[in-house]
């Protein structure tokens, strides 16, 4: 009993300092763990979509075609009109007020020569003490009275349609005047923001900055960002003004509409035509009003979407597509040009007030004809 007794006590130890070791052995052996997922890969940036107006070093694709949408030196009549608005309305000048001007002019000259010769002192020594005249008197009195309803009826008709509300499928263009640059917006497709300044002769600004060529435009017309606008879609265009009132004008549109600050104007048209159109403020709004020009550029409603999305905008309706990091305002590829880097231009929103100032619009150094401030 007594050998059984300490038998099992010795057994009982044995077991007592095993057990610590055989669970320190399991403790310390490794965990099988799950191998961790390969990393997922950064998705591909989305390949820029190519500035369809420009080529690859920033130059104007669409060249200005010569008497289109630009004055004629010497010419005396109207610009050719290439919206239906503008063709009604040169209709309007040159088949009723000029030829209606042409003769009352000369039936007044007439008159006149007429009086002279026939009531003066020599042929008429006693002057007539005729004082009244019944069938002279009413038809001096009718004959203004239908004149004037022969021009209402077409004029009336003129002025409804230059203030026709644009409809829904239009594309909103909203101009902002400043001193002394114009900037533009597309509400409608992203928020895109365009600065346009003048561009200035090579004799005129510094070493590498962006001067006009040939295929910009004309002098004093030509601007480093064009306004793109598509064909045969109406165009709704809102101006106002952040500084004065200034005027954006486009001849060729038959378009004048002034820009107020703290107002929106409106008003609608449609370019059947692509082509390159200019124009100029219309309206005297300081030293530097005859140098902010615009330029329009009319292209197809395909490249019009295409050239949206190079300035990473979007169609009404499309999928947003991711933004290119030189998206809005000037972007690379409009910097580099055939003649050196585009100079810089500030991108003002139509919510910003920037306080007038006397610099220049753009980064050129005034040239000949300009006056520097």
Not at 115 to 131: H, K, M
Not at 141 to 152: E, G, K, M
Not at 287 to 314: D, L, Y
Request: glycine residues 6%; aromatic residues 6%.
């Amino acid at each position: 009993m007594r050998n059984l007794s300490f038998t099992s006590i010795l057994l009982a130890a044995g077991l007592a300092f095993a057990s610590p070791t055989v669970a320190q052995t399991a403790a310390t052996e490794p965990v099988a763990t799950a191998a961790p997922a390969p990393a997922a890969s950064p998705a591909a940036p989305a390949a820029k979509v190519a500035d369809p107006t420009v080529d690859a070093k920033g130059v104007p694709l669409t060249r200005p075609e010569p008497g289109v949408g630009q004055p004629v030196d010497k010419a005396i009549s109207l610009q050719p009109q290439v919206t239906p608005t503008g063709e009604e309305a040169h209709w309007f000048h040159n088949t009723i007020l000029l030829p209606l001007i042409t003769i009352i002019s000369i039936f007044v000259l007439l008159l006149l020569v007429w009086v002279i010769l026939r009531y003066r002192r020599a042929a008429n020594p006693t002057p007539s003490r005729t004082s009244h005249n019944t069938a002279i008197e009413i038809v001096w009195t009718l004959a203004p009275v239908l004149i004037l309803v022969a021009i209402a009826i077409p004029s009336i008709k003129l002025l409804a349609a230059q203030f026709k509300p644009a409809p829904k499928n239009a594309v909103t263009l909203k101009a902002i005047g400043n001193q002394w640059f114009w900037s533009y917006e597309y509400p409608d497709n992203g928020g895109i923001q365009l600065t346009a300044n003048m561009l200035k002769e090579g004799d005129q600004v510094g070493k590498g900055q962006r001067y006009r060529t040939d295929a910009d435009g004309p002098r004093l017309l030509a601007t480093d960002q064009r306004v793109v606008l598509p064909v045969g879609v109406p165009i709704r265009l809102v101006t106002t003004a952040t500084d004065v009132i200034h005027s954006w004008a486009v001849p060729a549109f038959w378009i004048k509409l002034d820009a107020i600050p703290g107002r929106l104007n409106e008003t609608s048209f449609i370019i059947p035509k692509e082509g390159v159109y200019f124009g100029q403020c219309s309206e005297l709004c300081g030293a530097r009003h005859a140098f902010m020009p615009i330029a329009v550029e009319a292209v197809s409603p395909a490249k019009f979407a295409q050239w949206v999305a190079a300035k990473g905008g979007t169609m009404p309706g499309a999928k947003a597509e991711p933004a290119s990091t030189t998206a809005i305002g000037n972007d690379a590829t409009d910097a580099a040009t055939a003649n050196g880097t585009a100079e810089a231009a500030p991108t003002v929103a139509a919510t910003a007030s920037p306080a007038p100032s006397n610099t220049p619009a753009t980064a050129n150094p005034a040239g000949a004809g300009n006056t520097g401030n």
